[in-house]
């Protein structure tokens, strides 16, 4: 596949602005400033809660008699040799919820991503969301100039956090489900070998059990050229990633995981060998990096895989209604 990562990258932006500032409600909440908060109302969902971001926020709201937390933002300190750096994630929902929604972004991505995903489960009792901002995006902080971005650092990190604010009570297991976007579900994959059967399903936006290298090629060859990384340093200060987090990608040491190689790609269907939980997937009909070829391959691979198909979408996924719709049903609330 020739695909040129300046297209990529330009519709990556465009996607992200349009997810987080659009008017329309008809497929998707918007999140563009007005009042304080602001009612959503469509046909395909019920009242929805939705935060400005211009506004202060307030702890405790009630949509339709149930009580939530508004979207807030707090840190989790990581120890780093004789120092620790923040991670940045935003709560909210019911903080003593026994169904908890753990959100992943993609690379290049931020926690702000799933700010729809935050306001839709508002509404829903016993249900809590975080999402967060891996190292050098975001709210997070970078690393210093001797480290280098790489997947298991990642994993590190996430891990740390769900020990720390998600498993903190030994005699009360959590229904814990993480949806993870492209990089984000990769790593989401990783932690089923982790925690087991602590998680109860992992959710993957547009990436299924194996990466074409012809995929990985055409983005390492379009990021050497000039115009690419003109284009990379503007997107990384519109969404707050440290440039450095997008080049080190680049780098053979990035991605750092076992997984097993073959002609086609990257493979991990050794990954999800020893989990027993469930696995939704949900894919853009027109991807080029979760093919129809790809969710066939998988669907053999798990007999029980949910997917759910948004046909017009390319990679990945936008969170509209309907497949903000797909993943509470699959957490069951």
Request: aromatic share 8%.
């Amino acid at each position: 596949m020739k695909r040129n990562i300046v297209d990529l990258l330009r519709r990556l932006k465009a996607d992200f602005f349009e997810q987080h500032q659009s008017s329309s409600v008809s497929d998707q909440v918007s999140l563009k400033p007005s009042d304080e908060y602001r009612d959503v109302e469509s046909p395909e969902s019920p009242l929805i809660l939705v935060p400005s971001d211009d506004a202060p926020r307030k702890r405790n709201i009630v949509v339709k008699g149930v009580a939530s937390t508004a979207p807030e933002t707090r840190y989790f300190e990581i120890p780093d040799g004789d120092k620790s750096r923040k991670i940045a994630y935003t709560i909210s929902g019911d903080m003593d919820a026994e169904n908890i929604l753990l959100c992943l972004p993609g690379l290049l991505e931020t926690k702000k991503t799933f700010l729809v995903i935050h306001a839709y489960f508002l509404k829903f009792q016993n249900c809590k969301v975080i999402s967060i901002d891996l190292s050098g995006r975001g709210e997070s902080d970078h690393l210093d100039d001797i480290d280098v971005y790489k997947m298991s650092s990642y994993l590190s990190d996430i891990s740390q956090l769900i020990r720390g604010i998600i498993l903190t009570n030994d005699k009360v297991q959590p229904k814990l489900t993480i949806l993870g976007t492209s990089m984000g579900g990769v790593l989401a994959m990783y932690l089923t070998q982790i925690f087991g059967k602590k998680i109860h399903e992992i959710i993957l936006n547009d990436i299924a059990l194996t990466v074409n290298w012809t995929s990985l090629y055409a983005l390492y060859k379009s990021m050497k050229n000039e115009l690419g990384f003109r284009e990379v340093r503007q997107l990384a200060e519109d969404l707050k990633v440290d440039e450095r987090a997008i080049s080190d990608v680049q780098l053979p040491g990035h991605f750092d995981l076992s997984y097993r190689a073959d002609v086609w790609g990257m493979n991990f269907h050794e990954v999800l060998e020893g989990y027993k939980g469930k696995v939704g997937l949900i894919y853009g009909g027109q991807s080029k990096i979760c093919t129809q070829q790809r969710v066939e391959e998988a669907k053999s691979i798990i007999p029980k895989l949910s997917t759910f198909e948004v046909a017009d979408s390319g990679h990945p996924a936008p969170f509209n209604l309907l497949v903000c719709g797909f993943i509470q049903s699959e957490m069951g609330v």
